[in-house]
């Protein structure tokens, strides 16, 4: 099964760096870990872009047995004087 990785508010809302999660494509995996989740993971997941092993991906696109797909929140922030 695909391994997901969650980075900053994803990993807060799901509660977790990492889980495995069943899925054929992007969209079922990320689909299968907003039911586990809820909401609010729901919520970060739709502003957030998705990369499988390294690369971007899409909601269509496929994911091997092993794969890792992280889940990249936008980030804010900057420079502050």
């Given amino acids: 099964m695909p391994r997901v990785r ?4 994803a990993r807060e809302a ?3 760096a990492e889980e495995v ?3 054929s494509t992007v969209g ?3 689909a299968a870990a ?3 989740h809820g909401e609010r993971l729901s919520a970060v997941v739709a502003s957030s872009a ?4 390294g690369e ?4 269509t696109d496929p994911v091997a047995e092993g794969a890792e797909l992280a889940v990249l929140p936008p980030v804010s922030g900057g420079f502050a004087r």
């Fill in 56 to 59: 971007p991906a899409g909601p």
């Fill in 6 to 9: 969650y980075f900053a508010q």
């Fill in 50 to 53: 998705v990369w499988v092993d």
């Fill in 14 to 16: 799901a509660g977790t």
């Fill in 28 to 30: 079922e995996v990320l």
């Fill in 21 to 23: 999660v069943a899925g």
């Fill in 34 to 36: 907003v039911a586990r």
